[in-house]
Structure formats: structure tokens, C-alpha cells
């Protein structure tokens, strides 16, 4: 049985408790900016060469007159807060559902190399009921109108009679609307903690019971997350993120956002894998199950980068302008996040870990996970920060806002994760190809 440390027990306390104070002291920074400073962050970003645009299509609707920039700037401005921490809650909820989808891909297939590795999952999987009481908090948040992140929840826009009248949000709007998407963010948090508690419940009854009849349901329940998820990644990915810049649309979006999620997914099992193998609480872990773990993500982040490229290529052949919109916002304004990224998620990746015996060595490839991770935060950074806080994001509030936000889910998630696991018998004794993951020697 795996023992939390008091040390990385207090670890993980310091940054929740560290997050929410640099979380709140960005907060209060946040609120404490007038419109006099709001026109100052205006005309310096006109100043810098850059004219004052729509940062995305749908607010190219209604008025373009300087108090109409101005009640953007101020809605912006003040969404920083709430944007930080959406982007980090989204993230880690949706690698902890990606760690799930891997842990069922592999009973599903019978997999006997990952075995070893499965309570590692279901450990990190637990975080899935915390990081979607989140969502829904933040969800309330925003339907009750204390939130400005999605465009479309604005009722004046799909009202035919109010002079700010959107045509496409009204098409859009049998899907697009709050109580439905209320009720989808219920069903991807309870569906998804139903999940991970019902397998997790299957998995300790195969212990219990070594019977080839407990393990076919828990195959099947395997099979059952696997629909689940891949119709619910693709709507949270339409909800949640792609709903931001609700004129534009992409049919790669909701693979390329579960891409960037499972490519992290595999970094985090590395992570937790290899702490517990140098702590001593998991020696049958070996650099056989590293390698094949290292494969993994270097082919998800290569699947990663096609959907990046092919989304892009997409766009910019077609060049329609509400599409090229999207991109334009990003180049314009994120340029020091939104190429650079292609460096840590793609490059470092393939330069490193294209090798197979380095994908054996213990550092590299924890150095390589930790990367990988970074990488795709500032990835869903550049998927929420343009629509919700366009070019206001070049100052101290917004650095401390994310910083904050990333302590306090990193701090929550390492507490329920490793809380999780003290609570596992680590070894599944009962799976049937726990022998043949014990014995497992990649050939090459």
C-alpha cells in the first residue's frame, strides 16, 4: 500500500493555499481597474502598431464606435479571473477523463504490458469528481450572469427585437442556449464520476474475487466509458471551449482539444509512475513500462501537432474571413504564446523522444512529461484567453491570475490523487494478465 508522505502532503497544502492567495490578490488587482487605466491598455495597444479590432467575429455585431471598444475593453478586462482559472479547471478535467479513456482502452484491448500501471490511473482519475464540482460552480457563475466567458449567454442577442440582434447566435441557439447547456455540464461532471467510481468499484471486485465473470463486467464497463467519452469530449470541447468565439466553428476542434488532453494524460501516469518506482512503492514498474509509456507520448504528441497543423491549413486555404478570425486574434495579439508552443508540444517531443533508448532513461522522460504538460496549459491558454480576454493579457493581474490557478488545481490535484492512491492496493492481483505485465520485456 502506497503511504502520502506528510512532506508531499504539506506540498500539496502549501500550493492550494499559495494559489488562492496569489489567485485572490490578482482578483482584487483585477477589480480595482477604472476605465481611465481601461483606455490607458486601449491606446497603448493602438500605440504598439496594432489597430483596436474585434478580437473575435461575434462582437463584430452592433456598433464599432469608441464607447463600443470601450464596454468590450471593460467586459474583457474584467473576465481575466474568471478565464484563468476556466482554462485550468477545463484542463485537468478533461486529462483526468483522458487518463480514464487510456486506463479503458487498455482492458478493452487486453493489454498485458499496463498492468502494472492501471491503479496509477485509477488514481489519478479520482480527481474527476473535484475538478467537476469546479466546472459546475463556474457554470452557475456564468448562467447566472456573474460571468461574461460565452458571448451567446447575453439574451439581448438572440431577442429579434434588441438592436444588438445576432442572426447566427439565433440559428445556433437551439443548441447554444443556458438550460441545455446547464444540463450537458451535469451530465459530463455525473457521468464522468459515475464512471470512474463504478470501475473503480469493478476493479477492487476482481480482487476480491479473482472471477473471469467480474472481469468481463468490468470489460464492459470499460466499453461503456469508451462511448461515454467520446461523445462527451467532443461536446465539452464545443461547450466549453469552442463556444468562446461562438460565430466560428472547426470539425477538428473537439480532436485536436482531446488530443492536448490525452497527450497530457500519458505525461501525468509517467509523473506518478516514476515518483511512486523512486519512493519504492511500485518496483514492479521498469524501464520496459517506461518505454512503452514514452511511446505513447511521443505518438500523441505528434497526433497532437496533425490536428494542429490540419486545423490551421484548413482555415488559412479557405480563407473565409468570420473563420481566419479566429486565427488572426492569435497572431496578432498572443504572438509570444501561440507559435511558440509548436517548440514545447511538437519539437522538443520529436527531437527527444524519437530515440527508443531514450525513452528508457528515468529523467529524461519525467523532464519530457513535465514539458509536455507546461506545453498543453499554454495551449488551452491560447484556446481561451483571446475570445475572453482579447490583447488585455500583457499584465501583472493576468500573470498572477493563472499562476494562482495553476498552484491551486496542481496543489488539489496532487492531494486527491495521491489520497486516492494510499487508498489502492497498488498491484491488481486479480487481472488475469497482471503475470504477463509483470514479465513484460519490450523486444527492441
Known amino acids: 500500500m502506497y503511504s502520502f508522505s506528510p512532506k508531499l502532503r504539506l506540498i500539496s497544502i502549501i500550493l492550494l493555499i499559495s494559489g488562492l492567495v496569489l489567485f485572490g490578490i490578482g482578483y482584487f488587482m483585477n477589480h480595482g481597474i477604472d476605465e481611465t487605466r481601461i483606455e490607458q491598455m486601449m491606446e497603448s495597444i493602438h ?173 464492459k464497463w470499460a466499453v461503456g466509458y469508451i462511448v461515454f467519452f467520446g461523445f462527451c469530449s467532443a461536446a465539452w470541447a464545443w461547450d466549453w471551449l469552442m463556444s468562446i468565439d461562438p460565430h466560428w466553428y472547426s470539425t477538428m476542434y473537439i480532436w485536436y482539444s482531446m488530443v492536448s488532453c490525452l497527450a497530457s494524460a500519458v505525461a501525468m501516469i509517467i509523473l506518478v509512475s516514476v515518483y511512486l518506482k523512486k519512493k519504492g512503492f511500485l518496483p514492479q514498474f521498469n524501464d520496459n513500462h517506461l518505454h512503452d509509456l514514452g511511446v505513447f507520448l511521443f505518438a500523441t504528441s505528434m497526433l497532437w501537432t496533425y490536428t494542429w497543423f490540419a486545423q490551421f491549413m484548413l482555415y488559412w486555404y479557405a480563407n473565409v474571413p468570420e473563420e481566419v478570425n479566429y486565427f488572426f486574434g492569435r497572431f496578432e495579439y498572443y504572438a509570444p504564446t501561440f507559435l511558440p508552443m509548436l517548440v514545447i508540444n511538437f519539437l522538443l517531443p520529436l527531437l527527444v523522444l524519437v530515440s527508443s533508448s531514450i525513452k528508457r532513461n528515468y529523467t529524461v522522460v519525467t523532464v519530457m512529461a513535465v514539458v509536455v504538460i507546461c506545453g498543453h496549459i499554454l495551449d488551452y491558454f491560447n484556446m481561451v484567453m483571446p475570445g475572453t480576454v482579447g490583447p488585455y493579457w500583457k499584465t501583472p493581474e493576468v500573470l498572477l491570475l493563472v499562476l494562482g490557478s495553476v498552484l491551486f488545481i496542481v496543489g488539489l490535484f496532487t492531494f486527491v490523487v495521491m489520497t486516492a492512491l494510499s487508498k489502492l492496493k497498488l498491484i491488481p492481483t486479480g487481472n488475469p494478465f497482471l503475470k504477463e505485465s509483470e514479465i513484460y520485456e519490450y523486444p527492441f
Open 47 to 219: 500605440s504598439s502598431g496594432h489597430e483596436i479590432r474585434p478580437t473575435h467575429s461575434s462582437e463584430m455585431v452592433g456598433p464599432q464606435d469608441h464607447a463600443a471598444h470601450l464596454e468590450h475593453a471593460t467586459m474583457q478586462v474584467h473576465n481575466q479571473p474568471l478565464a484563468a482559472i476556466h482554462l485550468v479547471a477545463v484542463f485537468f478535467f478533461g486529462l483526468s477523463c483522458a487518463v480514464l479513456f487510456f486506463y479503458c482502452i487498455q482492458h478493452v484491448a487486453h493489454a498485458g504490458w499496463s498492468i502494472i500501471v492501471t491503479r496509477v490511473m485509477e488514481g489519478i482519475a479520482s480527481y474527476i469528481p473535484w475538478g467537476g464540482a469546479i466546472l459546475i460552480i463556474m457554470m452557475l457563475i456564468n448562467i447566472t450572469h456573474n460571468g461574461h466567458l460565452f458571448h451567446w449567454m447575453d439574451p439581448d442577442l438572440t431577442d429579434p427585437t434588441s438592436p444588438h440582434f445576432d442572426s447566427i447566435l439565433y440559428e445556433k441557439s437551439t443548441f447554444l442556449n443556458i438550460p441545455f447547456y446547464a444540463f450537458r455540464t451535469f451530465l459530463y461532471v455525473i457521468g464522468a464520476s459515475f464512471f470512474v467510481w463504478k470501475l473503480k468499484r469493478m476493479s477492487k471486485k476482481v480482487d476480491e474475487t479473482k472471477s473471469r465473470v467480474d472481469y468481463q463486467n468490468l470489460y
